[in-house]
């Protein structure tokens, strides 16, 4: 574990990216994600791909949880952010086999979002010791973040 750390620590002030077969083993640190998200992107893109832009990101589910609102738009922003956060905080994303949809944003009563994780980030949650993700969303009129917590218990 030790030896791992510092090897990480090692090749970050050598400002050499980590081997990302290195950032799959399980660690034993903690993995966080952050993200942030334009609305006004969100929103001309939603003008120009319309419902092919949400089925390639999003759900039937999270589709229809955001068509579903009176301005889609920084929901939709919200989303893309809180899965953004979690392909940050596996260290892998579309381009590495873990897929918009392997990423699922649900809601608890309250509203909390609740994510469902299957598929490609699944195996990356396991390899790296996870159990569970937790993400928090925010948006405001102009941008939308989100943070994700890869959980081990
Ligand atoms: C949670 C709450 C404070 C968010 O208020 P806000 O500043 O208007 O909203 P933000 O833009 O910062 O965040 C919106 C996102 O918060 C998340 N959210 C909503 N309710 C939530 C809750 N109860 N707990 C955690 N997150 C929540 C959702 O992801 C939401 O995005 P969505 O609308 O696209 O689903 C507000 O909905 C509230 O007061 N709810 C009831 C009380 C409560 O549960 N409070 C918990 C925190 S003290």
Redesign the pocket.
């Known amino acids: 574990m030790v030896h791992q750390a510092e090897a990480r620590v090692g090749a970050i002030m050598r400002s050499q990216k980590p081997d990302p077969s290195d950032m799959r083993a399980d660690d034993g640190g903690e993995h966080i994600g952050f993200d942030l998200v334009e609305v006004a992107r969100m929103r001309e893109m939603l003008v120009r791909w319309g419902s092919r832009l949400l089925v390639r990101v999003l759900t039937p589910a999270e589709r229809a949880?955001?068509e579903g609102?009176r301005d889609p738009a920084?929901?939709l922003a919200?989303?893309v952010a809180?899965k953004e956060a979690c392909f940050k905080a596996l260290g892998l994303g579309p381009a590495q086999g873990v897929g918009w949809h392997d990423i699922a944003?649900g809601?608890?009563p309250?509203?909390?979002?609740l994510v469902t994780v299957s598929g490609g980030a699944r195996q990356a949650m396991a390899a790296l010791g996870g159990r569970n993700m937790a993400?928090?969303?925010?948006?405001?009129r102009s941008v939308?973040g989100?943070i994700a917590v890869l959980l081990r218990v």
């Not at 309250?110 to 979002?113: E, I, K, Q």
């Not at 993400?135 to 405001?140: A, C, L, N, Q, T």
């Open positions: 949880y955001v609102k920084p929901h919200g989303m809180a944003i809601h608890s309250m509203g909390a979002p993400v928090s969303i925010s948006h405001e939308a989100a």
